[in-house]
């Protein structure tokens, strides 16, 4: 008996413990609500697109040769040549088989191995984007690894000669071909524009000298240096034969390019397997910023890592992307994009708002029950124009389930001003408590107009009608992320943004204090928008008026764009102000990838 209480009692007792600890259901969030509904579209497409870039066969090919770890195949002269010549039937670049560039081949898959591997991880973000450049010029598609040779594929790559980009242009060729250079950016170094002015360049090299060996030889050494060889090889016209007078870099610079030509074409029957692509270029979209913006803003709001954003984007010589006429575009992950795109508003707000962070501050409110007026354009009051800022004090009783950091949102204001006003420790609030409650109002200050001539009745008469100024202000709750650096706790983050660490220990599950250096830390905020209007004052307006009914506007005009030869998907969107994602919207039973010449875009 005495056993089987005891049996009964642990019984019970594990029940009602697993009854008290068993966390409700999570109501599933309806997947057609637009942020999930948007959510679910991006993913879809990013693994469409990684879908798409996997699409390889070097794995199948190096487990069908059987290779073991790290082996290194050799293969005859004949072989080499044939496949040499399997290259030139399918392009108009004639690959040379011979001694010279034999021997610079077998250097190549002996000795660069290790090169050949990263470039080709390098690869993915950009030979695809090579590639339509390349046919929007009608040029061969071998002329992608010049720039293997020219740069590793690395953008911000720099010579001792001052050559620089992916594609090495000198100052001067550079700026010959619209790429500009400021205080801010240097077009160079942008993937896009660079490989635009590249193709130009090397299509007028080409028509020059009609062979595409000594065109890359002028890419190389110049024009000049080309036409003093061929001076003094009696008259020459081909490389092969100028090749001894031309300078010793230039001599080696054509067998350096078919050897990466065959070696990058080859690499699997070579035992070389890529290394792995943070990112490919199907992965990308873009978005134009209408303003100034640092990259640690951008950082912030949607965890981007800024070094990440700097290597998509290698234009900017710092991390700072300034404002232009047109717009600057940035490239970036599809999920990161759409993410600023739908926080457009935040971005610039938040942006604002860090620069604020680094001002000396102004001086507070004094508390009062009674309204606190503060002229915003710094005039006395009782002047006609501007506006002033009241300062008005409500109390909001504290309901189940309420955060500090929820009341805040609500009535636009902080966490850190609702616990100095009401002497809150930590942030810590219980339900049923009254709390004062700050809200700023902008009272618009009167402003005398021209009369304005309107009709009542029949009868017609000069009515002077005031205006007033007024300020259209909204609040935006957004997440954040904070870098932590050296010598900051918990406690200075807190005060910087004025929330309370209980308040950043729940939005991050920390158990305790202890944060690491580098580690990024979510940050709910209240970021104030505001827009100003100018509107008849109600107050000294007639009572009766009758005015002309406003015309209907009329629907917005619908724009197409032809797609040219060479022109891909992300382009039209960045040429037309768009993100990918925009202009898909646009475009709905239009696949990215699939589209042709001819074919008519939607584009407004």
Known sequence: ????????????????????????????????????????????????????????????IINAL????????????????????????????????????????????KNRRNFAKIVLGRSALYFDMYEAYLDKYDLPKELKYLSVIESGLRPQVKSRAGALGLWQFMYGTGKMYGLKDNSYMDERMDPFKSTDAACRYLKKLHGTYNDWNLALAAYNAGPGNVNKAIRRSGGKLTYWEIRPFLPKETQGYVPNFIAATYLLTYHAEHNIKPAPAKVHFYQLDTICLSQGVHMSTISQLVDWDVEDIKTLNPVFKSTYIPTSIPAHCIVGPLMKIGKLVSLNDSLYALEDFNYNLNKPVAPTLKDSDSVDQTQANGEAAGETTGTTVVTKYVYHKVRKGETLFKIASRYGTTTGEISRLNGLKKGYITVGKSLKIPQKVTVPAKTETPQVKTTQGSNSEDISTSMVKSTVAYDSAVSIYHTVERNESLKVIAEKYKVSVEEIRQWNGLKDNWINIGQRIKIYTVISLAKEVIVPDV??????????????????????????????????????????????????????????????????
């Open 1 to 60: 008996m005495k056993y089987w209480f005891i049996l009964v009692f642990s019984t019970v007792f594990i029940l009602t413990s697993f009854s008290q600890t068993r966390k409700p259901k999570l109501t599933p969030k309806d997947s057609l609500s637009s942020e999930a509904f948007v959510k679910m579209i991006d993913e879809t497409l990013n693994a469409f697109y990684a879908d798409y870039a996997n699409q390889s066969d070097f794995d199948s």
């Open 66 to 109: 059987e290779y073991e770890p790290n082996s290194l195949p050799e293969f005859s002269d004949e072989i080499i040549c044939q496949r040499l010549q399997a290259i030139n039937e399918t392009s108009t670049f004639k690959l040379a088989c011979n001694p010279t560039s034999l021997s610079v081949i077998r250097f190549f898959a």
């Open 539 to 604: 107050k000294t307006a007639p009572k009766v008026v009758e005015t002309p009914k406003p015309a209907k506007p009329k629907p917005e005009a619908v724009k197409y764009h032809t797609v040219k030869r060479g022109e891909f998907f992300g382009k039209i969107a960045s040429q037309n102000g768009l993100s990918i994602a925009q202009l898909q919207k646009l475009n709905p039973g239009v696949r990215p990838d699939r589209i042709s010449e001819g074919q008519k875009i939607r584009i407004k």
